[in-house]
């Protein structure tokens, strides 16, 4: 029987085929362009446009950044090495990078205190950027301002250290009674150190001699970069804590300080900052005792803050509104009274919600810094528009100027929206 | 035999006002109160002796007196003898201009960025995510002082309009290109109707006006034909007629001419001008926002569902129908609202016109108004008004737009 069947069937495989290669157009680079690139006749269309337009951008650049000039004194040296050909003068910032950096004023023997509080800075924000580290590294970012500002001003040692026994002190009658009762503790905390502060503006003339450490530097000798750096981290750091208050302030259920709250926040982001700095330029020091003199950084960094913290605020708000009823119940289920159920519960909730917005608004912050330039102080903006662009040397570099700003500037806010996306997906708890 | 009685009748304690939940926030907010009130009196009692001490005082009288200085870019006349409120109101009239110029074109960048970036084009997706990139990044600030300084570096001087054979000529020798800014044709008629030109362009306002309500109803009557017959009629030449006939007899009534800008003495002559400073803070105001707007409209279409592009797809529509007809509609709901902020953005930032001379409100009334008469409080709390007015208006207005396209659900 089985003779029969063989011969009945004219053909069996014995075998399988081996599968064929798929053909070219279907494999590797050629099936990714096809797919890619030349989809369909208006895909390749705009393709070829974009090629038409990065070759634009690069042929014009690139010779451009290629031959440049590192290594003259002034535009018409530069202009001699290059001969009539296309070429960047980059030396003006190989010549004047110290200015560029910190300014045409801060004295130069000290350029070591401003990159030592940049180094500084580093391991100070570390613990509060990436939680791994361990938590007794905050203790040097605590420390960190009251150093950083003895580095850059310099002046007497003592500044410093008083500032920082009130916040001590401060830290300590809250540690003491906070736990019981939170409202006695906070503002327990805040009279202790307006008491050390006070006592110690009256001893501090009788002790502090001339004998100073590092040389006193005024603020309005601060420039360049580092001027734009300062002004971004202080009001940042500083606007948090106020941004957060604000917030709750206005999702309070006293109609007092709701209004207050509001006010102040939609008035403040009703208006450009650049209106906000010419108060502090001009209309701020109407409002301080007749005979203090409080100087201009001062006055925009309290400026800034204030603008920023508005925005925060918003951004806060928003993260207060997306959490769930549920939450806010079952905190007060638990017993907890409002500090409790807001340090424990809300906040951390909601703040991990607006990490995104918040960054947004930090970067912002750190672009607006440029805005002072207009009101006359000499940042990054403000040094290549002033002494550099005006000065016999160097008239007429725009683009090598204008491209290094634009450059730093690009480098840091890229590097501070990745780290935001990095934390986002840090964060993202829920499963999706 | 009663064993539940009313629990005992305290009397107010001065502890109730921190430890009661019925008293507290009466308590936080006298306190509140108190402190507010000390503030302001603290701050004002201190404005009051600077104010002495400098021999100054709060008065807006300086509106009235000639500003004696010349502002180029302007909308309304304007002389050096005219006054400090007339100077402010041509830097209203600027920054108006301004802003919506830059909210207009930000808007088409922005939307034309931000779909492109969803495109199946891998090198057009990833230019655009560099567009986007560089743009954010970087202060607006340094942009609009890049675009400043291609106008004037990179664009021939008037002078080089000039003679036999000259190094730069004009565009269909009606456009001129020029460092100082770009000259355009002005359009005018020779015999209007009114005697005044303003009257004139309202007239072909109106004209465009009843052009739009005729191809409203050509689209009603052509849904109803659909409707009743199963049939769209073909629509496009009527509406092609309706917008081109009642403006090509208006035109050809009053006589429609143009102004061309000319090369006199050292400069041109004639025609609009579009300043330097005007095109440097539209272009980077544009751009920079343009990428911002991107972002949220990719956030928006990214934001609806894979469902509805797979459903309408399954309707048999085409790529592009999809997007106009399903997608569209509902990401604008996502879209609108920060494009709002967006507007916002544009108007507080056209502020920096200070920084490349254009004279809007910033620079008019609080630059120089402010420097010539001293008059520091009275400028900037009005300069504050202003944009205050303005944000609210913007944002007033916008969520009325918002609320009626809301999703209406039950």
Request: hydrophobic share 55%; glycine share 8%; with cysteine.
């Given at each position: ?432 | ?44 009692n201190n404005l009051l002796q600077n104010l002495k001490a400098a021999g100054l005082n709060i008065s807006y009288g300086f509106f009235s007196t000639p500003a004696g200085y010349d502002i180029n870019q302007r909308l309304v006349e304007y002389t050096s003898q005219s006054s400090h409120a007339r100077a402010a109101l041509v830097g209203v ?318």
């Open positions: 029987m089985s003779d029969q069947t063989t011969n009945s069937i004219a053909f069996v495989a014995k075998s399988t085929i081996p599968a064929s290669p798929p053909p070219a157009r279907e494999t590797g680079v050629i099936r990714w362009l096809r797919v890619n690139l030349f989809a369909t006749p208006g895909i390749s269309i705009l393709t070829l446009v974009a090629l038409w337009a990065i070759y634009t951008v690069l042929s014009g650049v690139l010779p451009w950044i290629l031959n440049g000039v590192w290594t003259t004194d002034s535009l018409s040296e530069c202009r001699e090495v290059l001969q009539g050909k296309v070429g960047a003068c980059f030396s003006v910032l190989t010549e004047r990078w110290n200015q560029l950096l910190y300014g045409f004023k801060y004295p130069s023997d000290q350029y070591w205190r401003p990159n030592l509080a940049l180094l500084l800075f580093f391991p100070a924000a570390a613990p509060v950027l990436f939680f791994d580290l361990p938590r007794k590294l905050l203790i040097f970012t605590a420390l960190y301002p009251f150093v950083a500002f003895w580095l850059i001003w310099g002046g007497p040692v003592s500044a410093p250290l008083l500032a920082l026994a009130g916040f001590v002190a401060g830290g300590a009658v809250f540690q003491r009674f906070g736990k019981a009762n939170f409202a006695l503790g906070f503002f327990g905390g805040i009279a202790a150190a307006v008491v050390i502060w006070w006592l110690g503006a009256l001893l501090l003339p009788a002790s502090g001699g001339d004998n100073t450490l590092l040389r006193q530097v005024p603020s309005r000798d601060l420039g360049g970069f580092m001027l734009n750096m300062m002004l971004g981290i202080t009001c940042v750091s500083l606007s948090l804590p106020l941004g957060i208050a604000l917030a709750l302030g206005r999702k309070s259920d006293m109609p007092l300080i709701k209004g207050i709250c509001i006010v102040f926040i939609e008035f403040v982001r009703g208006v450009p900052l650049i209106t906000l700095l010419f108060v502090a330029s001009v209309m701020l020091s109407y409002f301080f005792p007749p005979e203090s003199t409080v100087d201009l950084f001062l006055r925009v960094v309290i400026m800034m803050t204030m603008f920023s913290a508005a925005y925060i605020a918003e951004v806060i708000r928003g993260g207060l509104a997306a959490l769930p009823k549920g939450q806010y119940e079952a905190a007060d289920s638990l017993g907890l009274d409002y500090p409790q159920a807001m340090r424990l519960i809300i906040l951390p909730q909601a703040l991990k919600i607006s990490i995104p917005g918040i960054v947004n608004v930090a970067v912002g912050l750190f672009k607006d810094t440029t805005l002072v330039s207009v009101i006359s102080m000499f940042d990054l903006v403000g040094m290549i528009r002033g002494p550099i662009l005006a000065s016999a040397d160097w008239k007429g570099v725009y683009w090598e100027l204008l491209g290094f700003a634009a450059f730093l500037f690009f480098i840091v806010c890229y590097g501070i929206s990745q780290y935001s996306q990095w934390l986002e997906r840090r964060l993202a708890t829920d499963h999706r | 035999m009663s064993t539940l009685s009313d629990p005992p009748k305290l009397g107010f304690r001065p502890s109730m006002l921190i430890n009661d939940t019925r008293y507290r926030s009466l308590t936080f907010q006298v306190i509140a109160a108190i402190v507010l009130a000390l503030a302001i009196w603290y701050l004002g009239l600027n920054t108006l201009l301004v802003a919506f110029l830059a909210c207009i074109t930000a808007t088409v960048l922005g939307v034309i960025a931000g779909v492109l970036r969803l495109s199946n084009n891998w090198l057009v997706s990833k230019l655009m995510m560099v567009y986007v990139e560089i743009f954010r990044n970087i202060p607006v600030l340094i942009w609009i002082i890049i675009i400043f300084t291609i106008m004037t570096a990179s664009l021939p001087a008037p002078n080089d309009f000039r003679g036999e054979d000259p190094q730069a000529s004009m565009l269909f020798s009606s456009f001129a290109f020029t460092n100082r800014g770009i000259y355009t044709p002005l359009p005018f008629f020779t015999s209007g109707i009114f005697a005044s030109a303003a009257l004139n362009w309202l007239l072909v306002i109106a004209g465009l006006g009843l052009s739009w309500l005729v191809t409203r109803r050509i689209g009603h009557w052509a849904t109803a034909r659909q409707e009743a017959t199963g049939l769209r009629p073909k629509t496009g030449l009527w509406v092609l007629a309706a917008w081109l006939l009642p403006l090509v007899l208006l035109m050809l009534v009053m006589g429609l001419s143009w102004e061309l800008p000319e090369l006199k003495g050292f400069n041109f002559q004639g025609g609009i001008k579009i300043g330097g400073p005007l095109i440097a803070l539209w272009f980077a105001l544009s751009i920079y926002t343009g990428a911002f707007i991107a972002e949220n409209v990719r956030a928006g279409i990214q934001a609806i569902s894979k469902g509805q592009t797979e459903a309408a797809a399954a309707l048999g529509l085409r790529q592009g129908r999809i997007m106009n007809l399903v997608i569209l509609p509902q990401a604008l709901r996502v879209i609108i609202p920060p494009l709002i902020s967006q507007y916002l953005n544009i108007t507080k930032n056209s502020s920096l016109a200070i920084a490349v001379g254009y004279a809007d409100i910033t620079a008019t009334l609080g630059g120089i108004t402010l420097n010539q008469t001293g008059r520091a409080i009275e400028c900037v709390l009005l300069l504050m008004l202003f944009y205050l007015t303005a944000s609210l208006l913007i944002s007033a207005g916008m969520n009325i737009y918002n609320a009626s396209i809301k999703l209406k659900e039950r």
